[in-house]
């Protein structure tokens, strides 16, 4: 069994009488991708949120490559490599392409934005984001203002600026979210080639992409998971399938 990087045990969170995530235990390993399916309104963004320090749990701890970062802030867990997306694209629309990922790895260098306006001009950090883009796809639009790109476009920016802070683990909320069938199906190839290097957490709806990508796949349904296993035994498993995968349409987008 590979070792875990992330392990979440037994998280909860509330917002008064409503129990949101409820007792969570969940891992992510060294060499996979993990994916997290459930309906609207489960809890998935909420747990997403705990995970990179955008809410704090009331209960539980999250350790992180061996430490504990469940009172860690995002910007903490950020620079101790925990990358993530957003399931709203979150760019800054009036810099560059390139601008866009060299302030990410800006920030992974433990530069202050007092240079924000010459960021364009740092060498080292032009290089490491042509880097991350050139393995996104996006190498050819370095110069573009960001808020021209495609909607697609867009989303793969975001997992450029994602890999530019060299993170250990990456957590993707809805990648796919938005997207087109074409532009599905080539985002989904550039995440198996990321999931390769990046141990991934995927919170994703679209089940073609889900069980092309994910090594397990968990179910969280009314804040609890309900089932966890490799896509096949989730897909047989009779609480996963009432529960969100139906009888109809298993392997299709939900």
Avoid: W
Wanted: proline fraction near 4%; include cysteine.
């Amino acid at each position: 069994m590979s070792e875990a990087i992330l392990q979440l045990s037994g998280l909860r969170k509330a917002f008064g009488a409503l129990v949101v995530t409820d007792d969570i235990h969940l891992e992510l390993r060294r060499g996979e991708c993990h994916a997290l399916i459930g309906p609207n309104g489960a809890g998935k963004s909420t747990l997403i949120h705990q995970l990179s320090g955008m809410l704090q749990p009331d209960a539980g701890s999250i350790v992180f490559m061996g430490q504990d970062v469940t009172r860690l802030s995002q910007s903490e867990r950020a620079l101790a490599g925990l990358g993530r997306s957003f399931q709203i694209t979150s760019i800054l629309p009036e810099f560059t392409v390139l601008e866009n990922v060299a302030l990410a790895a800006q920030v992974r260098a433990g530069s202050s934005f007092r240079f924000l306006g010459r960021v364009a001009d740092e060498r080292l950090l032009n290089e490491a984001a042509i880097s991350a883009l050139a393995r996104i796809g996006l190498a050819g639009k370095a110069d573009m203002v960001a808020g021209t790109l495609s909607y697609g476009e867009k989303r793969l920016l975001e997992l450029a600026i994602a890999i530019a802070g060299r993170p250990h683990a990456l957590l993707l909320d809805e990648p796919l979210a938005g997207m087109g069938r074409a532009e599905s199906a080539s985002l989904t190839q550039v995440l198996l080639a990321l999931k390769a290097e990046y141990p991934i957490l995927l919170i994703e709806h679209d089940m073609e992409a889900v069980f092309q990508l994910a090594d397990r796949v968990s179910v969280l349904v009314a804040g609890a998971i309900v089932a966890t296993g490799t896509p096949d035994e989730v897909r047989a498993d009779p609480k996963a399938r009432a529960a969100y995968l139906g009888d109809d349409h298993p392997e299709g987008t939900a």
